[in-house]
């Protein structure tokens, strides 16, 4: 039997486990499963987690791109989409003139440089730009917020997911409290 001599949570189900899920996403949602778990943190403390993060996020301190960077699996043959190809199989395509394999299940990673329109760019081409805002309101925050509003429902933790700087002033003001 093997005997765990730190704590460890078991998270099944969330999204620390989806590949899809940037690292900072993760990394995010684990320290505040682990300041409410094993820590048994206050809320003011796990709003500081937060705004830790928000802060690398949107003042682009964040210089690893493995951090952000976003893994999506080609699910079928690009002829058999009904529409439109999805970013990441159109990103695969790209590469595969440029001599690179291309097959069903293939994992593509990339990093979202511009949200509208949509502009994407593979992880090897990447060049340190990336869309803050997209990536704070749609990619990093939301799995924890989806936590929280379980957790702590009478908090509002809706105004974490702005990026408006007026609002973004006050939430940092906040945090000198």
Not at 5 to 31: H, M, R
Not at 57 to 74: A, H
Not at 105 to 131: C, M, T, W
């Amino acid at each position: 039997m093997k005997v765990l001599t730190t704590p460890y949570i078991y998270g099944k189900g969330l999204e620390i486990y989806q590949s899809s899920t940037t690292k900072c996403a993760k990394n995010l949602l684990n320290e505040i499963l682990e300041a409410i778990l094993l820590k048994d943190s206050s809320i003011s403390e796990i709003k500081s987690i937060i705004l830790k993060y928000k802060k690398m996020i949107l003042n682009r301190e964040i210089t690893d791109p493995n951090q952000l960077t976003i893994v999506k699996k080609i699910g079928q043959m690009p002829e058999t989409y009904a529409k439109t190809l999805p970013a990441h199989v159109e990103l695969a395509l790209k590469r595969k003139e440029l001599g690179e394999r291309f097959f069903i299940s293939q994992k593509v990673p990339f990093l979202v440089l511009r949200e509208k329109p949509l502009k994407i760019v593979h992880l090897n081409d990447y060049a340190g730009e990336y869309d803050e805002k997209y990536y704070w309101t749609k990619m990093i925050f939301p799995p924890t917020y989806r936590l929280l509003t379980i957790v702590f429902p009478d908090e509002n933790w809706d105004r974490f997911l702005s990026t408006e700087k007026h609002y973004q002033n006050k939430l940092f003001e906040y945090e000198k409290k």
